[in-house]
């Protein structure tokens, strides 16, 4: 998938002429003495424009200065541009968890800004991207809004690539009538656009879809008519390609000499322009030409190459951050369809309350003015017949609208642990064939070094089932009645023993963990009449979130900040209260509401379920309790518990 060229309009050439070298040199001029304003993003942009496809190491060092200053700006429009060419430019050096975090925060900004035109061209850069992985589906997702956009756009360059790009979509999917029927559109437009990267992209494009249906003699008929435009037009972004797919054309026709002559100038020109996929591409292709001509020496050179490549672009490191990168992309795309469910909620719930009012209204103007007569009663009772019938129907709307938010808190706290199993299991099942690969062939180290990162995958999976287990149990735990009963409790001595417990748990689990515990237990209180078992369940969930409120603060401030925890119990009039302070880092007051909410959560991803503190809620309740919240970022939390005091 490395025939994929979106960003070509930006360049009218790669190769820099006498006359373009002059003008960079006295672009670079103008910028060192530039103030720190708009302009100066404008020379960085297009410097970084010049070295495109050319030297994209330069193209990306101009490309982050001007982000750097158009972020220091508030300049948004530079700020999106910036991000296309430094993503741009880290797709083409291999760096795709870059390229993809960057494209992604362009297009953020390019929907805020509205600039249909920016945000169709960021989709089309995030479908390369996803394209040169193999993620097709997930390309699909953002250059069919893309061809949506595009096609109430007046026509121009970009306009052309889309087509172009949409038969080349095809031409993967197998299904060559649509991908050619695509890339002649594209050629006959191109004929008013008269771009040069597109004059030599569509034919290469065309010989690639000949190719694919075994036609080589087609093929190599728009390879060469690709070849003489792109060196016509001194444009190089396809020129190295070109040359790759001749040099395969003629590895297929067993043209051993040719195909070598070819796939070395796609080497070069890799080479030259800093290309780590074409690298790839080439480097592969002239091992095979190398073992065939038994000529080992080059043929190891290029295999370790190629292997560096791979490596380079696809190793595991990356792979995790791409993961890590998609996952969270996914979850943004999940809260921004939850919130827009949530606004037609709101909207609808807003109507019937609006309908109710209107109901009020006549409904009293009738009463008043025609009380005395028999119509005006039916009326009347006519009236507060559709009252009733409106508030059912805001009843139902709002249990509809619990019932569709606990659904898909449901939904995504499952989905996140088994994506991570989805994934990881299907990492091991390459990883497997990769095993007997080695094994097969005595790479004994090779193997073990597989075999490591196979158990690394398995411990992932076995942490994610048990995290969807523990959400499933907390979930049943939520709608399980208790059969306990009511008995009289010391309650000193049970806060006391969850205290101890939840302490003692927690340096089970890790060893380096302490914190100081104060306890102020009111002595004269008596027993109280409590299920013993339920609200010891209430005050472990509270302690252990403030230990692991305070270990979290230590970890960020290090050794000057102490950790301290306090507890105690007192008589309030009818009530017994139960405090659990700690000096953490105190919760914001924008999420201070939501922190009962089933399935909310302030810890990472994997460490907490959010089930806690709504299932200590629904017990406190249930006895007739409440439970408040007092805090300050920053600096504390403390829950204080209170309970009936009927002793």
């Known amino acids: 998938m490395k025939n994929i060229f979106f960003l070509g309009f930006l360049l009218m050439s790669a190769k820099l002429l006498p006359g373009q070298s002059r003008e960079v040199d006295s672009l670079i001029r103008l910028l060192e003495k530039a103030p720190a304003d708009t302009n100066r993003v404008g020379l960085a942009l297009n410097l970084a424009n010049k070295f495109y496809f050319y030297k994209p190491d330069l193209s990306l060092e101009y490309s982050e200065k001007a982000l750097k200053l158009a972020r220091n700006l508030k300049y948004n429009n530079g700020i999106v541009s910036s991000l296309n060419l430094a993503g741009e430019a880290r797709r083409l050096t291999g760096d795709y968890p870059k390229a993809l975090q960057y494209q992604l925060e362009a297009l953020e900004i390019s929907r805020v800004l509205k600039n249909e035109q920016v945000e169709s061209n960021t989709l089309g850069f995030i479908w390369v991207i996803y394209m040169e992985l193999n993620e097709y589906r997930q390309a699909l997702q953002y250059f069919l809004p893309a061809i949506n956009i595009k096609d109430h756009l007046p026509a121009s360059p970009p306009g052309v690539f889309i087509l172009a790009n949409t ?3 095809y ?3 197998n299904m060559p009538d649509s991908a050619l029927h695509y ?12 771009h040069p990267q597109l004059a030599s992209l569509i034919p290469r494009s065309v010989g690639n879809v000949y190719m694919h249906k075994g036609k080589s003699d087609s093929a190599l008929l728009f390879y060469f008519t690709a070849l003489e435009k792109s060196r016509s037009s001194n444009e190089s972004i396809n020129l190295g390609a070109i040359q790759q797919k001749i040099a395969e054309v003629y590895e297929k026709l067993a043209l051993d000499d040719s195909s070598l002559y ?9 080479r030259r322009t800093a290309q780590k996929s074409r690298l790839l591409e080439s480097s592969s292709l002239l ?3 190398y073992r065939g001509r038994q000529q080992y020496d080059s043929a190891f050179y290029y295999d370790d190459l190629a292997t560096s490549m791979k490596d380079s672009l696809y190793g595991m490191p990356k792979f995790k951050q791409l993961q890590l990168l998609m996952l969270s992309e996914q979850e943004r795309q999940q809260e921004i369809e939850r919130e827009q469910e949530r606004y037609k909620n709101r909207t609808k719930m807003v109507a019937l309350w609006s309908a109710v009012g209107v109901f009020l209204i006549i409904a009293f103007i009738l009463f008043r003015n025609n009380r005395q007569k028999q119509k005006t009663n039916k009326v009347l009772e006519n009236t507060l017949s559709n009252l009733r019938s409106t508030q059912a129907q805001l009843i139902q709307s709002e249990k509809m609208a619990s019932l569709g938010e606990l659904t898909a808190g449901i939904a995504h706290e499952i989905q996140n642990p088994l994506n991570f199993v989805n994934n990881f299991s299907e990492v091991n099942k390459e990883l497997v064939d990769e095993l007997q690969q080695e094994l ?5 180290d090779d193997a073990i070094s597989i075999s490591i990162d196979i158990k690394e995958n398995e411990e992932k999976i076995i942490h994610h089932g048990r995290r969807a287990d523990a959400i499933v149990k907390g979930m049943l735990q939520h709608s399980r009645m208790s059969s306990g009963q009511k008995e009289p409790t010391d309650i000193n001595a049970l806060t006391d023993e969850y205290l101890r417990l939840a302490f003692h748990g927690l340096r089970a689990k890790d060893k380096s963990f302490n914190a100081t515990i104060k306890t102020d237990f009111d002595e004269t209180l008596g027993n109280i009449n409590i299920i013993p078992h339920d609200i010891g369940r209430v005050v472990l969930n509270l302690i252990n979130n403030a230990f692991y409120a305070v270990d979290e603060k230590k970890n960020q401030n290090g050794d000057g900040y102490e950790p301290t925890v306090s507890v105690s119990t007192k008589k309030e009039k009818d009530k017994v209260e139960v405090k659990v302070r700690d000096n953490g880092n105190g919760i914001p007051d ?3 509401d939501k922190i009962f909410q089933p399935f909310f959560t302030t810890k990472p991803t994997g460490q907490g379920t959010g089930l806690g503190l709504s299932l200590a809620y629904d017990i406190v309740k249930a006895h007739g309790g409440e439970i408040a919240l007092k805090t300050r970022e920053g600096e504390y939390t403390e829950f204080i518990l209170r309970l009936p005091y009927d002793n």
Do not use: C, H, M, P
């Not at 559109?185 to 004929?191: D, F, I, V, W, Y």
């Not at 070819?262 to 890799?270: D, K, Q, S």
């Open 262 to 270: 070819y796939a070395l100038n796609a080497f070069n020109e890799a």
């Open 171 to 173: 031409d993967f999917l």
């Open 440 to 444: 097969r062939s005595g790479k004994i």
């Open 287 to 289: 091992v095979r030409l």
């Open 590 to 592: 924008s999420i201070k």
């Open 167 to 169: 038969g080349i979509s």
């Open 183 to 194: 890339l002649r559109l594209a050629e006959k437009q191109n004929t008013t656009v008269r």
